[in-house]
């Protein structure tokens, strides 16, 4: 390969590098009374996401996957859980109804994008998850 090529997929590939994705969720911890209803938020700098998926994870354990919504949904209910999806602001929300001492964890929100100068490969971002903590 000469050398003008070289430096040429070089320099693609740091600005792949730096054109990371960001995900930034609010707030950063949150504890609510056993029976109120709460949105965690997740906004994310890309414009051009394939999905965003909320995650759960116990202490000592794994992360479960929650609700996953693909870019062309606005949200997914499951049970009394609604994830919602706003690309035009680039917003996420997860929203929980009558919260119950069992739903204390982590959350997480996870955006599946692809780079665009490689579309081929497919990435996710994951942002360190929100403490909730329901009091009963």
């Keep these: 390969m000469d050398k003008p090529l070289s ?9 792949w590098v730096s054109s990371k994705q960001q995900v ?19 906004s994310y700098t890309d414009s051009a996401i394939y999905s965003l998926q909320w995650f759960r994870q116990d202490p000592g354990k794994g992360l479960a996957s929650l609700l996953l919504i693909q870019s062309n949904e606005r949200e997914q209910i499951s049970g009394r859980m609604k994830a919602s999806l706003d690309e035009s602001s680039r917003h996420s929300a997860l929203y929980i109804a009558a919260s119950q001492p069992g739903d204390s964890a982590t959350y997480l929100c996870a955006v599946r994008h692809s780079a665009q100068r490689a579309p081929v490969t497919n990435t996710q971002t994951l942002r ?8 009963s």
């Design 7 to 15: 430096l040429l997929i070089l320099w693609l590939q740091l600005d």
């Design 128 to 135: 360190l998850g929100l403490q909730l903590r329901v009091l």
């Design 24 to 42: 930034e969720q609010s707030p950063e911890a949150l504890s609510v009374r056993e029976g109120d209803s709460l949105a965690l938020n997740c």
